[in-house]
């Protein structure tokens, strides 16, 4: 066989794999899952995961590497190295691998050549990390006015880089109104969706927020009137 895959996708392109032709001895069905990161456990006490992704089926292995790209819930600068780990679903532990992934420029992605499928992880260090309480209103559309509860935070605006969700898993800047150690006023920006918001101050990024973007209903209109 000449190995071409099947290939089952989330929705939203999040998650993606490039297999090169002759990767796989046989024809192979493949499904890629972003897992969410907030049931996970810490694969140390002063680590905290960042992205996750599953695989399947667990164990293929190919003939050369082929690349893996995922989301990360963390704002990173491009070029950022993420060694990944291998989680074991059923004893919620994690083991090194030998592979490393690399941010891309939107340091909101990162992708990894691989040699087999599993469940993988990458995580960050807390000194690496800010930390987020909170985010209030926790949905609103664009032109929104939000609050962002946390510490490490810059004490000026300009300090602190707040970035929401954007289509096809890009990022999107926001403005940030005020600035304080343990709180941001920011704006929700034009095209933002569903999705983590990080903050960034100086080298240290926290691990995303889930920020509800609600579709626009359309306004209702009369198109019509009858007596």
Request: net charge negative; no cysteine; aromatic share 4%.
């Amino acid at each position: 066989g000449t190995g071409v895959i099947a290939i089952d996708l989330p929705d939203d392109g999040s998650v993606s794999v490039a297999v090169p032709p002759g990767a796989l001895s046989a024809d192979t069905p493949v499904r890629l899952e972003s897992i969410s990161i907030s049931g996970l456990p810490a694969p140390a006490p002063d680590q905290r995961v960042i992205a996750a992704v599953d695989a399947q089926p667990a164990g293929t292995r190919f003939k050369m590497p082929v690349r893996l790209t995922f989301p990360l819930a963390a704002q990173l600068p491009p070029g950022t190295r993420l060694p990944l780990l291998l989680y074991n679903t059923q004893a919620r532990r994690y083991e090194p691998t030998e592979f490393t992934a690399m941010v891309d420029d939107t340091g909101r992605t990162a992708s990894a050549e691989i040699t087999h499928f599993s469940t993988f992880a990458a995580a960050l260090p807390d000194s690496q990390l800010l930390s987020v309480t909170g985010i209030s209103p926790a949905s609103g559309l664009p032109g929104a006015t939000v609050t962002i509860s946390g510490s490490g935070f810059g004490a000026a605006a300009a300090d602190n880089a707040v970035t929401f969700a954007g289509p096809d898993n890009t990022s999107l800047r926001a403005a940030v109104a005020a600035a304080a150690p343990a709180a941001l006023t920011t704006t929700v920006p034009a095209g933002a969706v569903t999705g983590y918001v990080t903050v960034r101050a100086g080298a240290r990024s926290s691990v995303g927020v889930l920020f509800t973007v609600p579709e626009e209903q359309p306004r209702p209109s009369i198109s019509a009137v009858s007596p």
